[in-house]
T-cell receptor, first 113, second 112 residues
Framework: KAGVTQTPRYLIKTRGQQVTLSCSPI?????VSWYQQTPGQGLQFLFEYFSETQRNKGNFPGRFSGRQFSNSRSEMNVSTLELGDSALYLC????????????FGEGSWLTVV | QKEVEQDPGPLSVPEGAIVSLNCTYS??????FMWYRQYSRKGPELLMYTYSSGNKEDGRFTAQVDKSSKYISLFIRDSQPSDSATYLC????????????FGTGTQLKVEL
């Protein structure tokens, strides 16, 4: 059974640009969550989508947004990139929301220069 | 002060040692407790999941939760060099969906 797949794995963007990251959950999983991981702040929750609806949102500015498609695949977008947005962005999936046992992908490494 | 505190280490132990990893937390409403292992440049991997207080054992791993002290532990018996990784504790609320609050992680190195 394939795991959570994230693309792209590595990318470099310039300040002010925007970026879109993609996540394909484990087959059959309907909940997708996004997390940001940085050396200083650790892993922080961005948002969760379930059945194409945002269920939860973390304490991030509106520049961070996401969506989920009918096949449960998800994308997150960061607009007007700042240097501080450089991080590992992790997607995680679970069968349903509230499962708590979530399974992470390998992440997308974003560097903003 | 962070909601979940975890000693960052690094923690270095000889092969075969018993390792104890710990987290403390401030929010008494947390009900679900997890431990993840993360190898360098990889995503976190779920190791243990516990609901409320008590112990849970899985092979060489034992997770303990003491809600009265707001303290959780992960014990690794007969540690192996392949256990060298960063260990992250995580916890969540009832009704919180899949919003997990993580500790910053403890870096473990098991030496031959």
């Amino acid at each position: 059974k394939a795991g959570v797949t994230q693309t792209p794995r590595y990318l470099i963007k310039t300040r002010g640009q925007q970026v879109t990251l993609s996540c394909s959950p484990i087959s059959g999983h309907r909940s997708v969550s996004w997390y940001q991981q940085t050396p200083g702040q650790g892993l922080q929750f961005l948002f969760e989508y379930f059945s194409e609806t945002q269920r939860n949102k973390g304490n991030f500015p509106g520049r961070f947004s996401g969506r989920q498609f009918s096949n449960s695949r998800s994308e997150m977008n960061v607009s007007t990139l700042e240097l501080g947005d450089s991080a590992l962005y992790l997607c995680a999936s679970s069968l349903n929301t509230g499962e708590n046992t979530i399974y992470f992908g390998e992440g997308s490494w974003l560097t903003v220069v | 002060q962070k909601e979940v505190e975890q000693d960052p280490g690094p923690l270095s132990v000889p092969e075969g040692a018993i390792v104890s990893l710990n987290c403390t937390y401030s929010n008494s409403a947390f009900q679900y407790f997890m431990w993840y292992r993360q190898y360098s440049r990889k995503g976190p991997e779920l190791l243990m999941y516990t609901y409320s207080s008590g112990n849970k054992e899985d092979g060489r791993f034992t997770a303990q939760v003491d809600k009265s002290s707001k303290y959780i532990s992960l014990f690794i018996r007969d540690s192996q060099p392949s256990d060298s990784a960063t260990y992250l504790c995580a916890m969540s609320l009832t009704g919180g969906g899949n919003k997990l609050t993580f500790g910053t992680g403890t870096q473990l190195k098991v030496e031959l």
